[in-house]
């Protein structure tokens, strides 16, 4: 049976947007949504960078609104900030589980370009094995 899953941020324009790419790229046969508490106008330019880096495109991404997905049912909500994780809507579809696997905001990162890279990188890969690691003990067959 097809695992639907929804990935909660505040903007929509990093965190969830990688790790939504990532569990894409686990298992093509997934149902993977993101969305914002209070979403960005687009995905954050740097996290498309460094997502094709390795070879996962997000460039296509488009940050949605939860409010859109609150009558939907949804095998896990995963809120991978944590003012995401506080201001959760109440879900009127059926969710089986909420999980939270909260990330530093890659935004946030101040210096040089390359500073600013260097922490969008550490941040995709906390997603990378933050989010393999519940997909094998929670989604794969």
Known sequence: MKKKILI????NSCRSQMAEGFLKS????LEVYSAGTNPSSQVHPKAVQVMAEIGIDISEG???????????S?????TVCDNAKETCPMFLGDV???????????ADAVGTEE???AEFRRIRDEIKRNFYQF????VKP
């Open 96 to 106: 089986k589980e909420q999980v939270h696997i909260g990330f530093e905001d890659p």
């Open 8 to 11: 909660l941020c505040t903007g």
């Open 74 to 78: 949804f095998d896990y909500v995963i």
């Open 115 to 117: 500073e600013v890279l």
């Open 62 to 72: 488009t940050p949605a609104n939860v409010d859109g997905y609150l009558d939907h």
């Open 135 to 138: 997909y094998a003990d929670k």
């Open 26 to 29: 686990f298992d093509a046969k």
